[in-house]
C-alpha cells in the first residue's frame, strides 16, 4: 500500500532527508532561543497579576492569568522537546519492544474501544540511545493514535528487523491525515486537535533523527494511519559507529582475549582500513625491519591494558625507528588512525556480544580511555620523532663542519684543492688552518683552489676567502684560481683588495692543470 501510495505521490513522506532534519533542528533551536527569552517576561507580568489580585477580585486579571498559564505551559514544552540534549541523558541499549510493552500500560484506562494488536519479531536485538527520548517518542506515536480512534478502532504495533535496522510500526485505524497536511507534521506546533499542543511529532522527529533513524507515514483519510520508525540497530552514537563483525566471544572474556582470540580478523580489518599503508608493509619492513602489523597488536594491548608506561616508551622507539629510516610521516598517521577504527570496532562488538547493564557505563569510559592512550601515543611519537631528526640535522652539521679539507697532490709542488657547498667563515677557518699547515709541511709551490662546485657565498665568506689567498700567498706559493662564477667574480671585483695582483685565474680545473703541468713546470 506504501509503495502504490508512492508512486501516485499521495499522503505519503519520507522526512528521514537532512535537507529536513536541519530545517527542523534550526526551527527548534529559534523556536527554543525565542521561548527563552519570553518566558521570563511572562513569568514577571504573572507575579505582578498575583498582586493586582490581592487587591480586588476582577474577573479580567483571572481571564489574563489563565491565559497567560497556557502561555507559560506551551513554553515549557516546547524547550523541552527542542533541547533534548538538555538533561544530556547517556546512551544506553534498549530493547524497544520491551518499551513499547510497558508505555502500552500506561493507556490502559483508555483501551477499553481499542483493540491492541502486537506483533513483536527480534526482540533480541537492541539499538543503543537514549533511553527516555525514545520512550517519549513511542508514548506521543501512541497518544496520536489512540487519539486517532473514533469509537472503536483497532491499534497494531509490530517490531522487527529489517537489514541493519529495527523497525517498529504503529497503525491506527483511525481518522488518517489529509494529503495537504502530512508536509507539516513534526513542525512545532501544528495540530487539528483542540486541545493539542503540537509539539508530539516534533519531538518524535528530532529523537528518530538525532538517532540516524527514519520517520515514514503513510495514512488514508478516514482508513488511518501507520507510522514506520526505522533505527540503525548497529549503530553506537559516539560519532564513531562501529561495524558488526563476525567475531568469537567466549563468555566473560576480556577484552584482550578477545582481542586476541579474533587477531586475525584485527589484521584483515586494519589492513582495509589502511588502504595506503598496506602495500608499503613489506617495503618498511626491509627498510627499517619494522613489523607493522606487529606493532599494532602491540599498541592495543598497552592501550587496552592501559599500560601506560610502555605504551609511551613504545611510541618513543617508534618515532626514533621512523626518523632513522625516513620513513613517511603520513603512512604512519594514516596507519595509527586505522588501528584506532579497527579498535573501535573490535570494541563496539565485544559491547555487543557481552552487553549488560553493568557494563554500559564501563564501555563508555574505555572508549575515551582508549581515545586518550592513542593521543597520547601519537604524541609522544611525533616528539621522538622530531627529537631525533633535529639531533640527526645537528650532527649531520658538525660533520660537514669537520669534513677534511681535501687538497689532493699533482705533484711534489703542485695541490688542487677543490671546495664543495656551503662555504661560511666558520669553514674556511679550517680551510684556512689546513691549507696553511700542508703548505708549510709539504713545501707545495702552486695551489689551484677550484670554486665550481660551490654554493653563493655571503660577502663575509669572500672577504675572508681572500684574506685566505693573501696569506697563501704571503708563504710563497702561487694560487690559480679555477671555475669561478659570475657572482662570485662581481664579488670579488668590488672588493677592495682585489684578487688580481695575487692569483692567476683559468676558467676551468682543466686548463689550469694544463698550464701548471706541461707549462710552468720547470
Ligand atoms: P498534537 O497531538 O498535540 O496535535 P502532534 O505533534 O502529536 O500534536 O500531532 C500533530 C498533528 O498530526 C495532530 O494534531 C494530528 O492532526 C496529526 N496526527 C498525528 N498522528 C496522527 C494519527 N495517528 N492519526 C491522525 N492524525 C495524526
Ligand atoms: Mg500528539
Given at each position: 500500500?506504501?509503495?502504490?501510495?508512492k508512486q501516485?505521490?499521495?499522503?505519503?513522506?519520507?522526512p528521514g532527508n537532512?535537507?529536513?532534519?536541519?530545517q527542523l533542528?534550526?526551527?527548534g533551536q529559534?523556536?527554543a532561543?525565542?521561548a527563552?527569552?519570553v518566558?521570563n517576561?511572562?513569568t514577571?507580568?504573572?507575579?505582578?497579576?498575583?498582586?493586582?489580585?490581592?487587591?480586588?477580585?476582577n474577573?479580567y486579571?483571572?481571564i489574563?492569568?489563565s491565559?497567560l498559564?497556557?502561555?507559560?505551559?506551551?513554553?515549557?514544552n516546547?524547550?523541552q522537546?527542542?533541547k533534548?540534549?538538555?538533561?544530556d541523558?547517556a546512551?544506553q541499549?534498549?530493547?524497544?519492544a520491551?518499551?513499547l510493552e510497558s508505555?502500552?500500560n500506561?493507556?490502559?484506562?483508555k483501551l477499553y474501544?481499542?483493540?491492541?494488536?502486537?506483533e513483536?519479531?527480534?526482540?533480541?536485538?537492541p539499538?543503543v540511545g537514549?533511553k527516555n527520548?525514545?520512550?517519549?517518542?513511542?508514548f506521543?506515536l501512541?497518544?496520536n493514535a489512540?487519539?486517532?480512534?473514533?469509537g472503536n478502532?483497532?491499534?497494531t504495533i509490530r517490531?522487527?528487523?529489517?537489514?541493519?535496522?529495527v523497525i517498529v510500526t504503529?497503525q491506527?485505524t483511525?481518522?488518517?491525515?489529509?494529503k495537504d497536511?502530512i508536509?507539516?507534521l513534526?513542525?512545532?506546533f501544528f495540530?487539528?486537535k483542540?486541545?493539542?499542543?503540537?509539539m508530539g511529532?516534533?519531538q518524535?522527529?528530532s529523537?528518530?533523527?538525532q538517532?540516524?533513524?527514519?520517520?515514514?507515514?503513510d495514512?488514508?483519510?478516514?482508513q488511518g494511519?501507520?507510522?514506520t520508525?526505522?533505527i540503525?540497530h548497529k549503530?553506537?552514537?559516539?560519532?564513531?559507529g562501529g561495524r558488526?563483525l563476525?567475531l568469537?566471544?567466549?563468555?566473560?572474556?576480556s577484552?584482550k582475549?578477545?582481542?586476541f582470540?579474533?587477531?586475525?580478523?584485527?589484521?584483515e580489518?586494519?589492513?582495509?582500513e589502511?588502504?595506503?599503508v598496506k602495500d608499503?608493509?613489506?617495503e618498511?619492513h626491509?627498510?627499517?625491519?619494522?613489523?607493522?602489523?606487529?606493532n599494532?597488536?602491540?599498541?592495543v594491548l598497552?592501550?587496552?591494558?592501559?599500560?601506560e608506561?610502555?605504551?609511551?616508551s613504545?611510541a618513543k622507539q617508534?618515532?626514533i625507528?621512523?626518523?632513522?629510516?625516513s620513513?613517511t610521516l603520513?603512512?604512519k598517521?594514516?596507519?595509527?588512525?586505522?588501528i584506532?577504527?579497527?579498535?573501535w570496532?573490535?570494541?563496539?562488538n565485544?559491547?555487543a556480544?557481552?552487553n549488560?547493564?553493568?557494563e554500559?557505563s564501563?564501555?563508555?569510559?574505555?572508549?575515551?580511555?582508549?581515545?586518550e592512550s592513542i593521543d597520547?601515543?601519537l604524541?609522544?611519537?611525533?616528539?621522538?620523532?622530531s627529537?631525533y631528526?633535529d639531533e640527526?640535522l645537528?650532527?649531520?652539521r658538525k660533520l660537514?663542519e669537520?669534513?677534511p679539507?681535501?687538497?689532493i697532490?699533482i705533484?711534489?709542488?703542485i695541490c688542487?684543492?677543490?671546495?664543495?657547498?656551503?662555504?661560511?667563515p666558520q669553514?674556511?677557518s679550517t680551510?684556512?688552518?689546513?691549507?696553511?699547515t700542508?703548505i708549510e709541511?709539504h713545501h707545495?709551490?702552486?695551489l689551484?683552489?677550484d670554486l665550481?662546485?660551490?654554493?653563493?657565498?655571503?660577502?663575509?665568506?669572500?672577504?675572508?676567502?681572500?684574506?685566505?689567498?693573501e696569506?697563501?700567498?704571503?708563504?710563497g706559493?702561487?694560487i690559480?684560481?679555477?671555475?669561478?662564477?659570475?657572482?662570485i667574480?662581481k664579488r670579488l671585483?668590488?672588493?677592495?683588495?682585489g684578487?688580481?695582483p695575487?692569483?692567476?685565474?683559468k676558467?676551468t680545473?682543466?686548463q689550469a692543470?694544463?698550464?701548471v703541468?706541461y707549462?710552468?713546470?720547470?
Open positions: 500500500m506504501r509503495a502504490e501510495l501516485e505521490g499521495k499522503g505519503y513522506v519520507e537532512d535537507t529536513h532534519l536541519s533542528a534550526s526551527v529559534i523556536a532561543g525565542i527563552h527569552e518566558k517576561p511572562l514577571a507580568v504573572k507575579g505582578f497579576l498575583q498582586l493586582l489580585e490581592q487587591d480586588g477580585r474577573e486579571i483571572e489574563a492569568q491565559e498559564d497556557n502561555a507559560l505551559t506551551t513554553l515549557n516546547l524547550l522537546v527542542s533534548p540534549d538538555l538533561e541523558e546512551y541499549t534498549i530493547y524497544l520491551v518499551e508505555i502500552l500506561l493507556f490502559q484506562d474501544n481499542i483493540t491492541i494488536h502486537t513483536f519479531n527480534h526482540t533480541n536485538i539499538i537514549r527520548q525514545f520512550k517519549k517518542a513511542f506521543n501512541i497518544k489512540i487519539e486517532s480512534i473514533e478502532g483497532t491499534l517490531h522487527d528487523l529489517l537489514k541493519d535496522d504503529i491506527d483511525g481518522v488518517g491525515i489529509s497536511k508536509p507539516l513534526g513542525t512545532p495540530t487539528t483542540d486541545q493539542g499542543t503540537g511529532l516534533t518524535v522527529f529523537v528518530i533523527y538517532h540516524d533513524g527514519k520517520v515514514m507515514v495514512s488514508k483519510e478516514n494511519t501507520k507510522f520508525i526505522r540503525p549503530k553506537v552514537m559516539s560519532q564513531k558488526t563476525n568469537h566471544y567466549v563468555e566473560k572474556a577484552i582475549d578477545f582481542f582470540e579474533n587477531q586475525k580478523i584485527f589484521d580489518r586494519l589492513l582495509n589502511a588502504i595506503n608499503k608493509i613489506d618498511i626491509k627498510i627499517g625491519n619494522i613489523n607493522l602489523l606487529a599494532a597488536h602491540k599498541l598497552y592501550v587496552v591494558e592501559e599500560r608506561h610502555e605504551l609511551i613504545f617508534e618515532g625507528a621512523w626518523a632513522k629510516y620513513l603520513a603512512f598517521l594514516e596507519w595509527i588512525q586505522a584506532r577504527r579497527t579498535l570496532d573490535f570494541l563496539y565485544f559491547d556480544l557481552s549488560t547493564e553493568a554500559r564501563a564501555f563508555f569510559t574505555l572508549e575515551k580511555q582508549i581515545n597520547q601515543f604524541t609522544y611519537f611525533f616528539i621522538s620523532y627529537k631528526k640527526l645537528d650532527i649531520q660537514v669537520n669534513l679539507v681535501p687538497i697532490p705533484n711534489k709542488e688542487i684543492l677543490p671546495l664543495i657547498g656551503t662555504i661560511d669553514r674556511l680551510i684556512q688552518d689546513k691549507v696553511l700542508e709541511h707545495i709551490q702552486s689551484i683552489i665550481s662546485g660551490v654554493a653563493p657565498m655571503e660577502i663575509e665568506s669572500t672577504n675572508k676567502l681572500v684574506k685566505i689567498i696569506g697563501i700567498t704571503m708563504m706559493c702561487k690559480i684560481l679555477t671555475g669561478l662564477r659570475a657572482d667574480v671585483i668590488n672588493n677592495e683588495t684578487f688580481t695575487l692569483a692567476e685565474f676558467g680545473l682543466q692543470l694544463n698550464d703541468i707549462h710552468h713546470q720547470p
